[in-house]
């Protein structure tokens, strides 16, 4: 049985680049177009990601690269619908546990990610794939080609920890082509430990333009240490995004309750159109009702616009409005 075409996502999730700036004439990026689309099943939910493609508007700038968030691909692999933490689960349920791929899907079905046990197998074998992936001759062909045409390639790591393992594995990526180039379980996050799962990757000898990485500090001792001259670039992003989570909760469950209140519009709207001839009040408010309307669908983007703080100061501004309007009716009411 087929699952994950019929996944739906329930939030939509958008990726900038790491990369804010021309890395050769320093002009800001701007948006293009989406890289690519594609719902993900991980152990938090399912989630539609959408890779924001950003380039050099600058016309006299030589630069026709597309850049894309490093972030965005370490959710998942290409042309798979489930999320790297769902594959570094299925790979430690496996080697470490020792469980069969029947027990697997069912501890991942009961964590509402929808697996069947046919598909654990195939992630199970993408996830031994994965861990054999540091040989330069697989991704000897790619990298030439985005050299070509970059003019160097762009490299990302990030780290997954499997939920009860006390192993993270960590995938480096090429970015502008979203190519793992190697992958490692480390028992140790120390940046000596990382530094010998970057270092071989370096000694391919393609050009590198950047470092993209989350803020994690072993990490950031790792490049500096094997690579101190080549731009690193933290993924901003993700940093505050991780400050901000308890703001973000709060503030969706404040958008919850307010949208919850307003769908009472759907009952005046009956009663309007129930109504034979309208009246100039009924007229006012459609009004209002169009202007609700809009306020639901609104949606901001978090962490820095609050959807929640969004929808209270609009539908506020609404009730404002419309208590004026009947204060001026007097004995108005509906
Ligand atoms: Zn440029």
Excluded at 72 to 97: C, P, W
Excluded at 187 to 196: D, N, R, V, W
Excluded at 202 to 230: C, N, Y
């Amino acid at each position: 049985m087929r699952t994950k075409n019929r996944l739906e996502a329930k939030d939509s999730k958008y990726y900038k680049p790491e990369i804010t700036h021309c890395p050769k004439c320093s002009e800001k990026l701007v948006y293009c177009h989406p890289v690519w689309r594609k719902t993900i099943s991980t152990l938090e939910g399912e989630v539609k990601v959408i890779n924001l493609g950003y380039r050099c508007d600058n016309e006299t700038c030589s630069n026709d690269t597309t850049y894309r968030s490093a972030q965005a691909e370490h959710i998942s692999m290409k042309h798979i619908t489930y999320g790297m933490d769902v594959i570094a689960n299925i790979g430690y349920l496996r080697f470490q546990e020792h469980k069969t791929r029947t027990e697997i899907m069912e501890i991942l079905n009961e964590k509402q990610v929808k697996i069947s046990d046919r598909q654990v197998q195939k992630l199970y074998e993408r996830y031994a794939l994965l861990l054999r992936a540091n040989a330069k001759e697989n991704a000897e062909g790619i990298l030439n080609h985005v050299v070509k045409e970059h003019g160097g390639i762009i490299l990302s790591i990030d780290g997954v920890q499997p939920e009860k393992g006390n192993e993270t594995l960590y995938v480096i990526r090429e970015v502008l082509s979203g190519t793992v180039l190697a992958a490692k379980n480390l028992k140790s996050s120390a940046s000596t430990e990382l530094m010998e799962l970057i270092k071989p990757v370096m000694d391919w000898g393609f050009p590198i333009q950047a470092f993209v990485s989350d803020g994690q500090q072993s990490i950031r001792l790792a490049i500096e240490k094997l690579a101190p001259t080549i731009p690193y670039q933290y993924c901003q992003f993700h940093y505050f995004k991780d400050i901000a989570k308890p703001l973000v909760e709060k503030d969706r469950k404040l958008k919850t309750n307010i949208k919850k209140k307003l769908r009472g519009i759907r009952a005046v709207e009956r009663k309007i159109d129930q109504m034979g001839t309208k009246t100039h009040e009924a007229e006012i408010a459609e009004d209002y009702i169009a202007a609700i309307r809009s306020v639901l669908l609104d949606d901001g983007k978090p962490p820095f616009d609050l959807p929640g703080m969004r929808v209270y100061e609009r539908s506020k501004a609404i009730k404002t409005s419309m208590e004026k309007c009947r204060d001026k009716k007097g004995d108005y009411s509906t």
